[in-house]
Structure formats: C-alpha cells, structure tokens
C-alpha cells in the first residue's frame, strides 16, 4: 500500500533552516509527483509546492518564492522540502503529499502523516 | 489565484441528518475539485475527486456534485465517524483549499 513517512519534529530559531523528508514507499516514485502542504495551529491548508521526481521539475507558491527549495533522491525514493529564513508564523504541520494526474490536472490522495516544525527563540 | 470559499465555517448537525457543505471557486473551474475529511492530529484524507468521484472504501454517504465555480459535499445520514472538518480543494490552476468547515455534534 501507498505509504509516505516523514521525519520527525523539529525546534528551530528564527532565522534558521528546517529540512523535513518524506520517505515514500508502495509504489512507483519517480511516477507521481509530490506536493507539500502545510498547516498552522488551528487554521486551514496552504500550498506550498510541488516537485516532480522524475525530473526534478518543481512549481513553488509565490509566497515561499526565495526561501523554499524541493528536492529528491529517487535511490532513496524520499522527497525533501526546505524552508530558510524561518519566522514565528511558518511554526506548522507540514505535509507531503502524492499527486495524482489526469492530463494536466493532479490533486493529492496519499498524504504522510506530518511534522510539526516550531520556530521559537 | 484561485480562491475558495467553504460554508458554513461551522456545523452543527446530528447522527443521521443530511448536511451540505458548500464551496465556492473565485473564478472557472471546471469539475477539478477535491474533497478532504481531517481528523484533530490526523493528515487529510482524500474523501471525492473530480467534484464526484467517490476514492475507494468512501462510504457511499458522501456525495458531491457541481461544476464551474459553485460544488457541494453532502452526507446523507452523518455517523458519528464523520465529526470532522471538511476542506475543498481545487486543481485547475495549482492548488487552494478552502478554509475548512468544522462539522460538530449537536
């Protein structure tokens, strides 16, 4: 079965970098893309991004333009998302997730279970 | 960029009623719309895909329907399994989810 497992949570200052993997496992990974998907304390999901394993080809949200970088290690089959200059307000769950596509059009079914990334002085 | 409204933020409903959430695109589009089911703690499960694809092991409750720019999820009898909160997400252009509606016990 589709499963996507992710490190684990992290305690980071303002102003630092946090590296958050999500190992994928059930299936072809070089086939699907992967999204990542965020979630602050009591609110809603944001999108941040996704990359396409089989060609590294990645489309990142404005908003984390210049300061998140998605990457993978198909040997690994695991997906890599880094975020730096990190502020109070990026403390969240975040969330890989599968793409799946039809045509042009993906959405996300199999999501990992989440790491909680706390940035705090 | 796409924005997506859901309604109601908040439900109040009881074992075996029907409810509807609502969900509403900025602009067109099409019938590339998600549904998704959170639990507290939990990753979003993928509930409806293409505004009425029913994913496999979905209980057949679960209903969607629209198109263009206004989409519905419906529960024809709620269980207590589904107190939950609810998210839309569209996939014409990118992704945006919608804010969420926190469907209770009443």
């Known amino acids: 079965q589709v499963q996507l497992v992710q490190s684990g949570a992290e305690v980071k200052k303002p102003g630092a970098s946090v590296k958050v993997s999500c190992k994928a496992s059930g299936y072809t990974f070089t086939s699907f893309g992967i999204s990542w998907v965020r979630q602050a304390p009591g609110q809603g999901l944001e999108w941040m991004g996704w990359i396409a394993p089989y060609n590294d080809n990645t489309n990142y949200a404005e908003k984390f333009q210049g300061r998140l970088t998605m990457t993978t290690d198909t040997s690994a089959t695991t997906a890599y998302m880094e975020l730096r200059s990190l502020r109070s307000d990026d403390t969240a769950v975040y969330y890989c997730a599968r793409n799946r596509c039809y045509g042009g059009n993906c959405y996300t079914d199999n999501w990992g279970q989440g790491t909680l990334v706390t940035v705090s002085s | 960029d796409i924005q997506m409204t859901q309604s109601p933020s908040t439900l109040s409903a009881s074992v075996g009623d029907r409810v509807t959430i609502t969900c509403r695109a900025s602009?067109?589009?099409?019938?590339?719309l998600a549904w998704y089911q959170q639990k507290p703690g939990k990753a979003p499960k993928l509930l409806i895909s293409?505004?009425?694809n029913l994913e496999s092991g979905v209980p057949s409750r679960f209903s969607g329907s629209g198109s263009g720019t206004e989409f519905t999820l419906t529960i024809s009898s709620l269980q207590p399994d589904d107190f939950a909160t609810y998210y839309c997400?569209?996939?014409?252009?990118?992704?945006?989810f919608g804010q969420g509606t926190k469907l209770e016990i009443k």
């Open positions: 293409k505004t009425s």
């Open positions: 997400q569209q996939y014409n252009s990118y992704y945006t």
């Open positions: 602009q067109f589009i099409s019938h590339w």
